[in-house]
C-alpha cells in the first residue's frame, strides 16, 4: 500500500499546486507522509458532515475542492469548526488535501467534469492558461451542443444532469432562444464575464452569481447589442455545490487509474452529501402564495 | 413648483449623505439644480427600463436605491449602458439622484420598509449606529413575531408578502423549527453574520448569500450549538431586489408628506419594473427533471 | 457623413489610447457613438467658453488634449462645472474626446507641433519609447536650431512664435549665452529634468515649473558643471496652454487628411479661445512700480 | 555668547518642531550643538549662493525657511549640490537650521510677514490650527484693506511691495473689480483652493499657481456664481521666494528680540540674494515681438 | 475536574489575550474545550522535546510562552515540525496554550519573574501600559540593587541566578563600573532601547541583541554622555529562553494557587528541558585556542 | 595622486553599486570627489574608534562595509553620533565609501575571505546571483574541506582563525559529529536557512542568529532528517564583526593591487579596532558561578 506521501505526489502531478491562484491555499492540510493510504474520500467541502462519513468509511484521506483555511490561521482549536475538523481527522488517522484552483485550470479540470455531466462538447478553455502551448488549460470552458436547443430545453437539461439541490437553477434570458454554444464555469463566476462577452456564447452557466454583476452583464450586453437579443448571453445558475460535485467523480476516475497502473489497490469514495447550505426552495410568483416550501433534506436524486 | 436642489435637500434630510458608507457614491448623478420637479420616480435600479419609465411618465427626476457609479468614472459615452443612461437622462432633463447605504441606515430606513412588508414588529437595529443616541439607526433590523410559527410558515409568508420574483427563496433550516425572532437586512447580507449570531435570533431573511459564507455560518452555528439545533438561526434568502422594493414605496410616502407640508403638489410614482435579472427558475430535486422551466418574464403578482 | 464611432477610430489610430500613461484618462467622455459627425473643434481645455464656442459652431464633436476627468467621478450633476460641461454637451449633441499623453507620445506628437511653431529641427524624443523601433515616439523631442543664437534671441523668437499670453515667459539663464540645441517637452515638464541633463542641450522650454524643481534643476546642473556655466542648461517656461496650442492645428490638420482620404467632407475648426487662466501679468522689478498691470483679456495676437 | 543648542531652543520655541506638517523635514540639518553663535543668516533657501554669504559674513548660523533634504538621504557626498552646501556649512563651521511650515502656522507667521509687507490687516487664518484656541495660528491669512481698490490697484501694490523679481505677478480676474478682502499665503498655496472659497474673499494672493489647479478653481467658482463675476475671487500669483522673503526679516527681528533678552549680543543677517531661480521674463502678447527680454541678474529693488 | 474551557478562562484572566501586541498570536492553539484537565505542563518553547515530555508525563494541557504560529498557517500536515506538534498533542488530547506579549505585560509578567531570579526589586515597567491606572503593567521592569555592585559583580550574580546555558551571558560595559540601577526584559529587547535611554539606568539586560542595534545603542549612548562613561549603560545579553524561563515556574505557582481556590486538585509542572538553540560555547580570545569548545549538552545546572 | 573619484571608481568596479540589495545603501557618504587619495583605512563599522583611527592616521578616504545611513536621515546635526561621524569627516576632509551588499555578492566577496580565514576551500556560492554566467557571484559560499573533522575539531578551527572577540563562539549540534561540508555567510545569515537546507551541509557558520530563527531551523532539520541527526546541519554563530572583518584585509590587497597597476602609490591601512559591541563573557554553566567574567577589552589576538 502506498504511503501518503505517494498518494498525494500523485494528485499533484494531476493537479500542480504550482498552477493555483496565488491566494489560494492548496496542498496538504493535515495528516502523515508516512501513514499508509488504502481508502480515499472525494468531495467538494470539508465540512463535518463530510468528515464524519470519511470516519465512517474507514478513509485514510479525504480529498476535497474547497480549502479548509483560505486565509492562514493560528489555532486549529476544537471551538470552531474547523479546529473540529483537524480534531477530528487527526485522531482517525485521516488526511486532507486540497485541489481547489489548480484543479479548475488543469485538464481535465472542473469545468471539463461540469461539461460532462451536462452532455457538451469542450472546443477549449473560457481563460486560456498563457502557459500551455496546447491550449487547453486554463478557467471555464467553452462548449458546443451537438444539436442547437432552446433556453428552456437547455435549463431542463441542467436540472435534469446535475446532482438534485433544493435551491434548483436560476435563468436569465429569452426561454425560447436557441442555444448552440455554451461558456461553464464550476463554481463561482462572476469574474468571468469579459470573457464571456468576448467568447461570444449563447448561455454562461455558472453559480453563485448576485444581482449587482449579473444585473450589469445583462444590462451590458443589451447595449451592447442594440435589440439584438440574441447577442445577449443568457445566465444560468445553479447551486455551487452542484457545478462541482462533477470533479469529485471525474477525480476518483483518475485516482483510480493512477492506483491501478501502480498496484496500489486502493479504494475510491465519492461523498454524495449535499453540502450546498440551502435544504428548501419556495416559489415567490404569485402574491397569495400559500402553499409551504418542500423540504429536501433528503433529496432521493442526489448524486448516487 | 419646488426647484430640484429643494427637492434634493429634502431628500437629504431624510437620508443624510454624511452617514453612507466611506465606500459608497450617494447623492446626484446627473440634473440641474435650478430645474422645476413635478413629478418623481422611485425605484430600485438605475436600468434601462426604469429609465424608458421615467421618460414616458414624463419624471423630472429619479431616485434609485442603487447608484449608477459606485466606482469612478472618467466617461459617460452612450457605447457604455451607464452612459446610455446618463444621455437618456439629460436629453430628457431627469435628474438621477441615489440613496443607498444612507437609506439602509437611516430610522426609517430600508429595512424598516422591509420588515413592515413582512409584517414583522422592529425591536432596533441588527448593528446599531453608534452615533444615535436613540439607538434606531443603523444596518439590518431585529423583529419579533406577535406569533411564534414554523419555518416553513414563515417561508411562506415572505414568498408572498415580497414582491414576485422568478428566483423565489431559498432557505436552509428545519422546515418545523420555531421561529419567534427574525433578523432582516435588505440587499446582500453576508457580512453581518456575526452580528446576527450575537442577536441569537430565530431566523436571519437577506439576499445574494453565496456558497462559502452561508455554509460557514451554518457550519460555525452548528459547532456552537453542539447538538441543540434550535440554537442555529435559520437562513432565508431572497432577491436582492425584493428585498429592497417595499424601501421604494416607502420613500415615496415620505416624499408625499413633504409635498403636503410645502404646498409642492408633487406627483410621486414607485415603479413596479421588476429589476431582479432572473427570468425563470427551475426545480432541480430529481435527477430525471424533463419539465421545462416556467418563464416569468411577466409575473402578476409583481408589486402594483 | 461618418458616425461619431468612425471618426473617433481614426483618431485613436493617430493617438492610440493603450500609448497613454497608466495614470491617465484618455478616450471618449460623452457622446453616441452612431450620431453623424459634420463638425469637429479641437482645443486645449474643455472648458465652458470652449464648449459655448462648440455650441455656437455647431460641432458635433470636440476634440481636447487635457482630460474632463482625470480621476473617476461618480456624478455628472450640473452644480459642477464639470457636470454643467457634460449637460451642455450632451443636450447639443456633442460628443467629447481625449487625447491627451498618448497624443505627447505619438508621431507626430504635441512637442512635435510645439517645435514646428518654434521653426527648431527635430532630432528624436527627449524620453524615447521603448517600444518603437523606429526612435520616433515618445515624451518631450529634442531639436536643434540651424543658427546658433543667443539665449536672449532664443526667448524673443519663443515669445513671437507662441501664441500670446498675458503671462508670457519666463527665463533663467545668462541671456547671451549661445543655444545651439533644445529640449522641447509642450505642457508640464518638471518631471523630466533627468533626461534633460543628460540630452546635454543648451535650454529646456516647457511649462508650468514650479519654484523646488527649477530651484534644485539650476542648482544640480551648476554642481556638475564646477564653473562652466556653458554646460548648465537655461530654462524657458512659458503659459502651459501655449505650449499645447500648436498640438490643435496639427490635429486638426490630420483629421483634415484622413476626412479628404476618406470623403467624409468633414469641417475642422481649431479654438483660438486662450484658456490660459492669466489674464495680466505686472512687473515687479522696481519697488515703487506704480504702473497699473496691462489687462490683456483680449489679445490681438491670439491664435488665429 | 550662547551655544548653538540655546540659540536652537528658541527658535524651536518660535516654531515648535511638533507643528510641522507630517511630510517636513524641520529642525538643525548639520552643526555642532555646542559651537558658540555670534552670527546668525536668515534666508529662504538653502543654495551655493546664500552658504557662500554666510561663509564670506562669517555667520555661525544659517536659518532657513525650505528644508536642505525634504526626503531622506543616505550620501552627503559633495558630488551633488546638496552635499556640497553640508560639506561648505561644516568646514566652516557654520550650522543649518530649518522652520518651514512650523513657521508657516506660527504666529505670527509666513503669511503674516507677507500681510504685513503688502500692509494688510491680519483678520485670522486661512486655515485655523484647531489646537490653539486663541484662533491665531494656522495656514494662511485673511486680511482686509483699510481702503477699497481695484485689482489692477491691488496688482500694482504687490508688485511695488513685494522684493522685485524677474518673473514678476501673473493675476487672473476683472482688473476693474473692487478688492476689499484678501487671502494670502506665502508659498505653493494651490492646495488651499476650497479654504478660500469657504472665506469669501475678492482676492486669493499666493505662488506657484500650475495651470490645471488655477484652471480648475476659475471655472468652478465661475459655475458657483453663475453670472455674478464680484464673487469670482481673483488670483494674483507672485514668485515663490518673494512671498516667503518678507519672514526672513520678521524672523531676524524676533531673535534679535530674544538676544536682547537674554543679552547674547548676537548679530542678525537678512541675506538679500534673489533665489528665485527665473532671471528674465518676455511679454508674449503680440505675435511680433522682436523685442529680446529684459535680464534682471542685478535687480536694483531687491530686498534691501 | 475541571474542562479545559475553564482552566483557560482561569489563565486568560491572569494574561488577558487582549493585551496582547496586534502582531501576536496568543490563546489556545489545540485542544478540546470540553476535555477534563488533570495535569498542567508549563514551558517556553512549543518544540517536539517539551511536547514528549507532555506525552510521557501524561499532561492535558501544555502552557508556552512562544507561539506555535506566530503567523498564520493553511496547514498542519506532519510533514512540518509545527504540523508534527499538532499531530502529536491532539493524537494525544493534549492542549496547547499560549501566554506571549499578554504574559510580558501582565502584573506579575514575565520580567518581574526574570527581576525576582535576579534578586532585584522592581521599581515599575520600563515601557509602562496607559491602561493601567496602578502603574504597574507594561513591558520590561525598572528594578534596583539593594547594595550597589560592580559589573562584574552583577554579571556573576547572572550568570548564577539564570538557568544554565551553553552560550553563557555577554557583556558590553567597564567590568568596574557601578551598578545601582537595570532594566530588564525577558526575551529579544532589542527594541526598548529608548525607553532604556530615558530610564538612565547603569545597566540593561535582555535577550538575542544583535550586533547593528547594539553598536548603535553604545554609540549613541556615548555620544550622549560626552566622556562620562558612567552615563552609558552597560548592556547584559543571556540566552533568551533563560530570560523567560523563571516566568514558566511563576506561571505555575500563579495556577496551583488558583486550582487550590477552586479545589481543581490540577498538578502542574514546569519544564527543565534546555530548549535553547545553542549546545556549545567556545571562547575566542587568542589566536592560537586549540582547545576545543566544552560541550554542554547535558547541562547540570539547568532549572531544576 | 589620485582625486577621489578616480578611487572610488575603482572600488566601484569591484563591488559594482548596482548589483547591492534594493534596500541597501552603498557608495559615497561624504568627501569630494575632486580631493586628492593618499591613504586609505578599511574596517567593518564607521563608527568613532574608527573614524578617530582614520584620524589619527592621516586617511583620506575610510572604507567601510556597514552603511553610516542605511535609511534616509535628513539631519546630519552634530548631536547624532552619526552626525557627528559626518562633522568629524568632512573636518578632516576624510571621505566615506560603503561596500555593502554589493562586496557580499561579489567575486571575491565578504564570505570569499572568511572561507579564506578558515582554511576552507570555496566551491560555489550559497545563493548564486541569477545574473552571472559563471556562477562565482552570490550570497554566502558553499565549502569543502580538506580533510573531515569532527564539529569540536571544527568549532576549535574556526575560534583561533577568528579575529578574537570577547562574546566568543556558539555551537549547535553534537561535537562528535563529521563535518565535510561547510555554508558560511558573513554577517546576519539567518534568512538563508532555506538554502543552508537545500545545500546539504554539515555545518553552517554565520553570524547575529537569533532565537527563533535559530531554533526553527533546527526543529525543521530535525523534522525532515527523521532521527538521522548527520541530516541536521550544525550551526556555528561567530561575532558578527568577525565574520566580516578578514574582508577588509582582502580589499586593502585588492586596492593594493590596483594602485600598482595605476602607479598610484596609495597607503592601505586594515582597521584593528575591535568594534563588536560585546566586551566579556560569562560562562552560565553552572548554578553558583561566582567568578566574575573576563573583561577582554584589550584583546592580545585581534587581527593585527
Redo the contacts between chains.
Keep these: 500500500m502506498p504511503a501518503q506521501?505517494e498518494v498525494i505526489a500523485a494528485l499533484d502531478a494531476l493537479w500542480p499546486p504550482g498552477r493555483a491562484e496565488q491566494w489560494d491555499?492548496v496542498?496538504?492540510?493535515?495528516?502523515?507522509?508516512d501513514a499508509e493510504v488504502r481508502r480515499v474520500l472525494f468531495a467538494v467541502?470539508p465540512?463535518?458532515e463530510v468528515v464524519d462519513e470519511a470516519v465512517e468509511l474507514g478513509a485514510d484521506l479525504l480529498v476535497t475542492h474547497?480549502?479548509?483555511?483560505?486565509?492562514?490561521?493560528?489555532?486549529?482549536?476544537?471551538?470552531?469548526?474547523k479546529?473540529?475538523v483537524?480534531?477530528t481527522l487527526?485522531?482517525h488517522d485521516i488526511?486532507l488535501h486540497v485541489a481547489h484552483t489548480n484543479a479548475d485550470r488543469a485538464d481535465p479540470g472542473v469545468s471539463d467534469a461540469l461539461a460532462g455531466a451536462l452532455d457538451l462538447r469542450v472546443t477549449g478553455p473560457l481563460v486560456p492558461d498563457p502557459d500551455d502551448p496546447a491550449g487547453r488549460r486554463g478557467l471555464g470552458r467553452i462548449c458546443e451542443l451537438d444539436e442547437p436547443e432552446?433556453l428552456?430545453?437547455f435549463?431542463?437539461r441542467?436540472?435534469?444532469a446535475?446532482p438534485?439541490?433544493?435551491?434548483?437553477?436560476?435563468?436569465?434570458?429569452?426561454?425560447g432562444r436557441t442555444v448552440r454554444t455554451v461558456a461553464v464555469c464550476g463554481?463561482?463566476g462572476d469574474s468571468l464575464f469579459d470573457d464571456v462577452r468576448r467568447a461570444g456564447v449563447d448561455v454562461y452557466l455558472t453559480?453563485?452569481l448576485?444581482?449587482?454583476p449579473?444585473?450589469?452583464a445583462?444590462?451590458?450586453a443589451?447595449?451592447r447589442a442594440a435589440g439584438a437579443d440574441a447577442a445577449v448571453p443568457a445566465?444560468v445558475?445553479?447551486?455551487?455545490?452542484?457545478t462541482e460535485w462533477p470533479w469529485t467523480e471525474q477525480a476518483a476516475a483518475q485516482l483510480d487509474e493512477i492506483s491501478d497502473r501502480h498496484g496500489w489497490n486502493l479504494r475510491t469514495h465519492v461523498s454524495r452529501a449535499v453540502?450546498?447550505?440551502?435544504?428548501?426552495?419556495?416559489?415567490?410568483?404569485?402574491?397569495?402564495?400559500?402553499?409551504?416550501?418542500?423540504?429536501?433534506?433528503d433529496?432521493?436524486?442526489a448524486p448516487n
Design positions: 506521501s491555499a496542498g496538504t492540510v493535515c495528516g502523515d507522509p467541502d465540512v463535518r474547497h480549502p479548509l483555511y483560505l486565509r492562514g490561521t493560528t489555532t486549529v482549536a476544537a471551538s470552531t469548526f479546529g473540529r483537524v480534531h487527526i485522531k488526511g432552446t428552456a430545453g435549463t431542463a441542467a436540472a435534469a446535475l438534485a439541490t433544493a435551491q434548483g437553477i436560476r435563468v436569465a434570458g429569452d426561454p463554481g463561482s453559480a453563485d448576485r444581482h449587482h449579473a444585473s450589469e445583462r444590462e451590458q443589451r447595449a445566465l445558475d445553479a447551486a455551487h455545490w452542484a453540502t450546498d447550505p440551502w435544504t428548501a426552495h419556495a416559489a415567490s410568483d404569485t402574491r397569495p402564495a400559500d402553499a409551504p416550501p418542500t423540504p429536501i433534506t433529496i432521493p436524486g
